[in-house]
């Protein structure tokens, strides 16, 4: 990065536009970089023209054509996307695959966290006890019962930290044989298997719904709670429309006999020194800004390379907020195979899409804009970053299960809370997620640290943003200093010693399934 | 209704089969109607072949063809979906369009109940702050504060029953431009509108997020609490990413003081005597079995009538359990407009789910089916009893607000929760429900009463279940007696003098988006 001056950052030496530093933006009739002056105000985080641009010139960011100019525009003016033309998305039959030479990087040794270990091998960050639905007829009364586990149940059981209700939209009144139903279905399946929800699994079901707890247990004994025998203690299905049940007030007793049973050993779990190779953790960011390529998302990108160093695993994530950088990635897949995975994810979403009547342009928010983004290029250059420099070992489609450590693309939509979702299911135990314009988002079922690409956001916003990275744009940090902070902050939360702004605060955001298949 | 004898009920004279009434069912060797003798053990609700059918004779319930034997049945044999083909749907082009006589109905004077009215006209059955969210990033925040608000505000205005917080997942990381966008984007702004709510608009946005306050506010002023301003007693919107709020305490202190200026004239609404023309009912079913279209949908049907005979205003919905039967209600259009736009939904949706590469098939679920219902087609002509015999003066797309009083098919998925909220995006005041196997469904907004279709579940539930139309098919109560009870609960519950189930025991599901548009 070359940082010009105090008042705007050029990222790449071949870029013709610099981003406005400055609090308030700057005035018209500033001087900047190399004399250039300021021929009109130019907001905070907005482009700034460093040369004389004429009418259908290329307008370079990151050393990336981030669009064309659809007028003249004379140096020093501002650059948004008023002024610039979206390009077409790279064509994805002609892309380089896994032709970057991979370069030994020296491993990360002695970095460890105090997790939870769990029977099937995987570590979690906190003890949860995940209620899973099958159908979101039962969400209501699983609210209820949640209440009064917390207050009933869970004071008894110091180890656990919290109650969970998994509910979701999903389950009944849905096309369950339609082709892409498969990924709900496996969303579901993959998030009960979370590692913060101690392989303990729980599910409350209606009886007469589509998605039937089988489905959900395809790899384990279905075994039914039912109110008038013994409790069984592996018992991990219960059905409100059991004969057993007399009225509501039963259901909620059976409840909590069973969830009584899950606690009990969920409060057998201890936090144990576990090295930072198991770490998975999901790198999202949501609410960018133009510093978010240059602040945040790079130093993330630096923690994610430490991690991968560290024999850890990185997701990245959001198909949209990929698909014009995809010519940067598929050179970085491990191999051919994984590049064409990498393909196939952003083909199957542009056909997604496409029979919606929409495109890849209707990802960018106002609130991007106004923070300086001018199109989806911009966006999804700045957004990659955050996959740093690692090459990318496997790719998953959404809903299922990471296979490999290192870096994996899994494929997600770029909303927040179904991206949050996916990697969840793909069994993240730690989140991270940049923001640039601010949102209060939050899981309950792992930690979510929230990363400020600027600090007007990071001051303003100081008990909820997690770390600030605005400090890179003003240069009171670099890049590495913040993603060494990062890193270490992930290993402190990941072991409990400190809790992420959302749990501190208590705002949790609910699951939110990715269904592309109809409803009925 | 021709009942047979106690063990079987048989709809239609033209009828070749018949349900079993008797609980556990019928035994191998039971002799029914007309000296049949059944050739095998027959489940509770399931149909019972009451003459010898040859492959490819019709079976025929309700006086219509719900499919053609795949095989040859003996009389007395188990008619089911392994033994019955599904005829294809009734051809779109060709339906007769309101050919049915009106015929003049006596009107229904003197019944009133007890309603909230608003300045607008309508009115509520409830006193409640409808906090109304702009996208999905705030959802965790307004969950917090509303436990706030019922905790520190709630006990001061006595008058207000409840405050619920508009929770969905639409608002960002959409498609807003796609054509199929408008459905989401209208609901939310007629629920907004919900007469419960009092004409009170409250709004918590983000502030970057694609759908704007100012879209949902689109017909009135937008006016912005600041927090650093003197609060404005009229202002309706709060944005989170507002520059004066300084961290998450003074965001909370902000939706507070919002929140107890709505309160404080929420507080000063009174219940007045409303005549039953001010009733604005949803008819919906979720969980059905063979019963329901003999006994609790019948039952609904009569008290539709009389609502309508009141002057007041029902709707029913439900596409894919109406598609199948849009043979019985095009002639019931008040005019052929109303019978082409009942078409036109029908179209829109078998687009729809074969877009999805799906079709109306996929509505029953195995619960459906153990319940005794083979097919949609049997589905779907139970469920069109629930519209009575009124005929149909208006249809609505899904979102949109009713426009007539009198009978208004409110075209939605049959999905319980999407309809319950495109209902209440319709303006209901109070929603009744009927299943058969069971479902604990409730609404926070308005008053849901649910209508169980047999006295197995009835009894079961005898907590959860607000009347029982099973007697029904046991000859304890007809039709008319239990649509007259539903009538005058209807009035009790809409007055405030008698309580939803639901809402004695706290059990309220989530409001769902209908969204046909992709996400992004």
């Given at each position: 990065m070359t940082q010009t001056n105090s008042r705007v950052i050029r990222v790449h030496p071949n870029d013709n536009v610099a981003i406005v530093v400055e609090q308030g933006g700057l005035a018209e009739g500033t001087i900047i970089e190399g004399g250039i002056t300021t021929t009109m105000a130019i907001p905070q985080g907005h482009k700034v023209a460093l040369v004389k641009m004429a009418e259908g010139d290329q307008v370079v960011r990151y050393g990336e054509v981030i669009g064309t100019t659809l007028v003249a525009i004379a140096s020093g003016s501002h650059v948004n996307e008023t002024n610039v033309q979206l390009p077409t998305a790279p064509a994805l039959d002609?892309?380089?695959?896994?032709?970057?030479?991979?370069?030994?990087?020296?491993?990360?040794?002695?970095?460890?966290?105090?997790?939870?270990?769990?029977?099937?091998?995987?570590?979690?960050?906190?003890?949860?006890?995940?209620?899973?639905?099958?159908?979101?007829?039962?969400?209501?009364?699983?609210?209820?019962?949640?209440?009064?586990?917390?207050?009933?149940l869970l004071p008894r059981f110091s180890n656990v930290d919290d109650v969970v209700g998994l509910n979701h939209s999903y389950g009944c009144g849905v096309a369950i044989n339609a082709p892409a139903a498969i990924v709900p279905i496996r969303t579901l399946k993959n998030i009960a298997l979370n590692p913060n929800f101690g392989n303990e699994i729980m599910i409350i079901a209606l009886g007469c719904e589509k998605l039937q707890p089988s489905t959900l247990l395809s790899d384990r004994p279905v075994r039914i709670y039912e109110n008038t025998q013994a409790a069984d203690p592996e018992a991990n299905v219960l059905s409100l429309q059991d004969d057993s049940f007399q009225g509501f007030g039963e259901m909620v007793e059976g409840i909590l006999a069973m969830a009584e049973?899950?606690?009990?050993?969920?409060?057998?779990?201890?936090?144990?020194?576990?090295?930072?190779?198991e770490l998975v953790v999901g790198m999202q960011c949501g609410g960018s800004d133009a510093f978010s390529g240059v602040t945040a998302n790079p130093a993330v990108g630096f923690a994610t390379d430490l991690i991968v160093r560290a024999g850890g695993s990185v997701m990245f994530s959001e198909v949209t907020e990929v698909r014009d950088a995809i010519h940067l990635l598929t050179p970085r897949a491990i191999d051919e195979q994984v590049g064409r995975a990498l393909i196939e994810q952003m083909a199957w979403y542009d056909d997604y899409l496409s029979q919606g009547q929409a495109d890849r342009s209707a990802n960018p928010s106002p609130g991007n804009k106004k923070?300086?983004?001018?199109?989806?290029?911009?966006?999804?250059?700045?957004?990659?970053?955050?996959?740093?420099?690692?090459?990318?070992?496997?790719?998953?489609?959404?809903?299922?299960r990471l296979r490999r450590k290192g870096l994996t693309f899994a494929a997600t939509p770029a909303s927040d809370f179904i991206c949050g979702t996916l990697q969840l299911a793909a069994g993240m135990n730690l989140q991270v997620f940049t923001t640039g314009r601010g949102t209060p988002y939050g899981l309950a079922m792992v930690p979510v640290l929230k990363v400020s690409s600027n600090s007007t956001l990071g001051k303003r916003w100081h008990d909820i943003i997690d770390l600030d990275a605005g400090r890179i744009a003003t240069g009171d940090a670099s890049i590495e200093e913040v993603g060494w902070e990062l890193f270490l902050l992930i290993l402190d939360v990941a072991s409990g010693r400190q809790q992420a702004a959302a749990d501190r605060l208590g705002i949790h955001n609910d699951l939110v399934l990715f269904n592309p298949a109809p409803v009925t």
């Open positions: 002609e892309l380089p695959l896994a032709t970057r030479e991979i370069t030994a990087v020296e491993p990360l040794e002695g970095y460890t966290f105090e997790g939870f270990r769990n029977p099937d091998g995987s570590v979690g960050t906190k003890n949860v006890l995940g209620i899973t639905t099958s159908v979101q007829c039962v969400a209501g009364t699983v609210d209820y019962v949640v209440q009064r586990i917390k207050h009933e049973r899950h606690l009990e050993r969920l409060n057998r779990r201890q936090r144990e020194t576990c090295p930072a190779s923070g300086g983004l001018s199109n989806v290029v911009e966006k999804a250059l700045g957004s990659v970053i955050k996959s740093g420099n690692s090459p990318i070992v496997d790719v998953i489609g959404p809903g299922e």
